[in-house]
C-alpha cells in the first residue's frame, strides 16, 4: 500500500527562528493526521533546531540536497551521514532548479542517491521536463532517461518519486490532473519495465504550483501519491490545508 506523501520543500527561505515559529504553529494542527506521512525539507541551517522540534511528532526532517563523497576537502558541501547525524529521514535530490542553477545531472543525481541509501536516508528523486522538452513531445523521452540513469544500480526500496513539470515549478501554472496523472501513469510504466511489480509500492509525488485550491482534484487522481510543495508550503495555514487535502474519489 503506497501511502500518502505531502512535502514541504522550502528552498533558501526561513531563518531558525522563523522555521521554529512555522513549526509551533503547524505541528498542533497535524497532530492527530493519520496515514499520511509529512514531510518538512528547511534549509541546512534550520534542520538541527527543526529535529528537535519535530521529535516525538508525525513530521518527518528532509534536507533539500546532499554532496555524494563521505567527508574530505569538499568546500561547502554536506555529506549523508552528516544529514543523517542532524535527525533527517529523507533528502531531495535531482531537484529541477539544482539541475537548472548548479549543473545537477543524471549522474550525480544517480552517485548522490546511493549516497543518501548507503547512510540510512530515504530519498526523493526529481524529474520532469522543460516546456520546450513538452512542446516537442519529448517529456516521456525525458523523464524516462532521468528515471533510467538517475536510479542506475539502485534498488527502489528506498525511492520516493517526484514528477515535476519544470514549468509548472514556482509560476502558478499547475499541470492539469489528468496531464499529471498521464505523466505519473507513464513513470509507473517506466518503472515496471525496470523494477516489476516493485513499481506498484513506490510512491510517486506531482510537484508544481500545488496550492490548498488544487490539492484536492490533483490527489484524486489515481496514480498521485502525494505532493511536493513549494511556495504554499511556507505560510502554516496554507500547508496544514495541503496536508488535510480532501480526498474527493475523482
Ligand atoms: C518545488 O519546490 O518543488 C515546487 C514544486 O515549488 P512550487 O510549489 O512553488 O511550484
Redesign the pocket.
Same mark, same amino acid.
Given at each position: 500500500m503506497r501511502i500518502p506523501l505531502i512535502v514541504a520543500?522550502w528552498?533558501m527561505n526561513k531563518t531558525v527562528p522563523e522555521a521554529l515559529s512555522f513549526a509551533g504553529e503547524f505541528l498542533p494542527e497535524v497532530k492527530d493526521i493519520t496515514g499520511r506521512d509529512i514531510l518538512i525539507a528547511p534549509p541546512f541551517t534550520a534542520l538541527l533546531s527543526m529535529a528537535g522540534m519535530l521529535k516525538g511528532s508525525n513530521v518527518l526532517l528532509s534536507a533539500q540536497d546532499v554532496f555524494y563523497e563521505e567527508k574530505g576537502a569538499y568546500t561547502g558541501q554536506i555529506s549523508a551521514s552528516m544529514l543523517k547525524d542532524a535527525g533527517c529521514e529523507f533528502v531531495i535530490i535531482g531537484?529541477s532548479e539544482r539541475r537548472q542553477h548548479f549543473g545537477e545531472t543524471d549522474g550525480t543525481v544517480n552517485k548522490k542517491t546511493k549516497a543518501a541509501l548507503k547512510a540510512g536516508l530515504k530519498v526523493i528523486l526529481c524529474i520532469g521536463e522543460t516546456l520546450d522538452e513538452r512542446n516537442a513531445g519529448r517529456t516521456f523521452e525525458v523523464t524516462g532517461a532521468q528515471l533510467k540513469e538517475g536510479l542506475k544500480e539502485i534498488d527502489l526500496s528506498g525511492i520516493v518519486i517526484a514528477y515535476?513539470p519544470v514549468w @509548472?515549478? %514556482?509560476t502558478g501554472v499547475t499541470a492539469a490532473p489528468e496531464q499529471a496523472e498521464e505523466a505519473h501513469s507513464r513513470i509507473r510504466e517506466d518503472l515496471r519495465t525496470l523494477y516489476g511489480r516493485q513499481a506498484d509500492e513506490t510512491r510517486i509525488l506531482y510537484? %508544481?504550483? #500545488?496550492t490548498p485550491e488544487n490539492v484536492d482534484i490533483l490527489m484524486a487522481q489515481p496514480d498521485m501519491d502525494g505532493a511536493? #510543495? %513549494? %511556495? @504554499?508550503s511556507l505560510k502554516a495555514v496554507s500547508f496544514v490545508r495541503i496536508v488535510k487535502y480532501k480526498k474527493t474519489g475523482g
Open positions: 520543500n528552498k531537484h515535476e @509548472a515549478i %514556482g510537484g %508544481g504550483s #500545488v511536493l #510543495v %513549494g %511556495g @504554499a
